[in-house]
């Protein structure tokens, strides 16, 4: 069974930075998609990052130049590196693991849209203050 925990979550002052981690089991992160998602209150699920089998990336626009999506095959784990916080990014971060997916609008390879995975962790909070 893919089980995704997600870790690292925490409250941070705005223009600070925190280093999310998402631990795969059974499903290898060098295969297919994975991404991360957001979800603040009262706002619909937003796509931040996601990353190919091949390592190549892609970001919402509201976190581009800002957060950066890797993962360490080896150990399984996905990483969300978020830096220059902002209070709007306040939120539950998810990570999620899907199959090989092209998005037929954009042409980008593992786009960071929900429709796309199927396995998702519970979510870590991250709360950004003023």
């Known amino acids: 069974q893919v089980q995704l925990v997600e870790s690292g979550g925490g409250s941070v002052q705005a223009g600070g930075s925190l280093r999310l981690s998402c631990a795969a089991s059974?499903?290898?992160?060098?295969?297919?998609?994975m991404a991360w998602f957001r979800q603040a209150p009262g706002k619909e699920r937003e796509g931040v990052a996601a990353?190919?089998?091949?390592?190549?990336?892609s970001y919402g626009d509201s976190v581009t130049g800002r957060f950066n999506i890797s993962k360490d095959n080896a150990d399984k784990t996905l990483y969300l590196q978020m830096n220059s916080l902002q209070t709007d990014d306040t939120a539950t971060y998810f990570c999620?693991?899907?199959?090989?997916?092209?998005?037929?609008?954009?042409?980008?390879?593992?786009?960071?849209?929900?429709?796309?995975?199927?396995?998702w962790g519970q979510g870590t909070q991250v709360t950004v203050s003023s």
């Open positions: 990353i190919t089998r091949s390592g190549a990336t």
């Open positions: 999620a693991a899907g199959p090989f997916s092209r998005d037929r609008a954009t042409g980008i390879l593992c786009p960071p849209i929900a429709r796309y995975y199927n396995y």
């Open positions: 059974q499903y290898t992160v060098g295969s297919d998609c």
